[in-house]
């Protein structure tokens, strides 16, 4: 049996087409289906429903054999233990800094101001902030990352950027660029020895599929 952990949602829909092309259709819709243990066509072959965050800790203690998960995820996280062949190119977004439309972004970080940051990307913020020699008060969200310079608990946000449509609804505005994010398929290195033939099979699929 092979399974792999995969979220609802972004990159459930952007993975279809990848496993089809390694011969695996799933028999049920995750946003239907309570069942968070999906079946395919393959009987060997089946797909855990998990939250995003979680995909790494699946794959890690074996409770998956592969998963799929955003770049964003593995550095915030960590990624001990995984191994990641593939940068499948879906779900691909960036991570940027945003502010309210009337707040000076460069005249702030230029006068040594200490700024207030929410996100759910500590490390990452904390990360990119001291490299630029910022100082920052991260303050840590778990959604909605968009309201907390609305109702003036930060004066910045770091989060996930795809369309800037959300940005722009709530009137905020990107004022760095972070890095770009995709979602790379993660491996457990103790299944890969075990269910070699099956999941090289799978790997080598999904790689002739991305660059289609
Ligand atoms: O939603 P939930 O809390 O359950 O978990 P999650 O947010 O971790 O999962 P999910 O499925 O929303 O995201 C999974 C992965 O998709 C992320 O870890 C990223 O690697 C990737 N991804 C790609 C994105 C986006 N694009 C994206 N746009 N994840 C989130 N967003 C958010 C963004 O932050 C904004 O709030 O979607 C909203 C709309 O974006 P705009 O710019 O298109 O308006
Ligand atoms: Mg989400």
């Known amino acids: 049996m092979i399974t792999i952990a995969l979220s609802k949602g972004r990159i459930f829909e952007e ?22 243990i999906l079946t395919t066509n393959q009987s060997d ?13 699946y794959v890690q203690y074996g409770g998956a054999d592969m998963g799929i998960t955003g770049k964003d995820t593995l550095l915030e996280h960590g990624s001990q233990g995984l191994y990641q062949p593939l940068d499948l190119q879906i779900a691909k977004c960036r991570i940027s ?20 940051v929410a996100t759910k990307y500590v490390a990452i913020a904390r990360d990119f902030f001291a490299s630029k020699g910022v100082h920052v008060d991260l303050i840590k969200l778990y959604g909605s ?9 930060a004066d910045a946000i770091v989060d ?11 009137h905020l505005v990107e004022v760095e660029h972070i890095m770009d994010i995709s979602s790379r ?6 299944a890969l020895k075990l269910k070699q033939a099956p999941m090289r099979h799978i790997i080598d699929a999904f790689e002739s599929a991305i660059s289609k």
Do not use: C, H, W
């Not at 996930?160 to 709530?170: D, F, I, P, Q, R």
């Open 185 to 190: 398929l993660v491996v457990n290195q103790a």
């Open 160 to 170: 996930l950027v795809s369309t800037g449509n959300t940005l722009k609804a709530n």
């Open 45 to 57: 072959v089946r797909v855990l429903v998990v939250r995003a965050t979680d995909v790494p800790t």
């Open 97 to 116: 800094v945003a502010v309210r439309s009337d707040f000076d972004y460069q005249s702030a970080v230029k006068k040594g101001s200490r700024l207030t």
């Open 15 to 36: 993975t279809l087409p990848l496993l089809k092309a390694a011969g695996i259709e799933v028999l049920e819709d995750p946003d239907t289906s309570r069942k968070l």
């Open 145 to 153: 990352m968009e309201l907390a310079p609305l109702v003036g608990m």
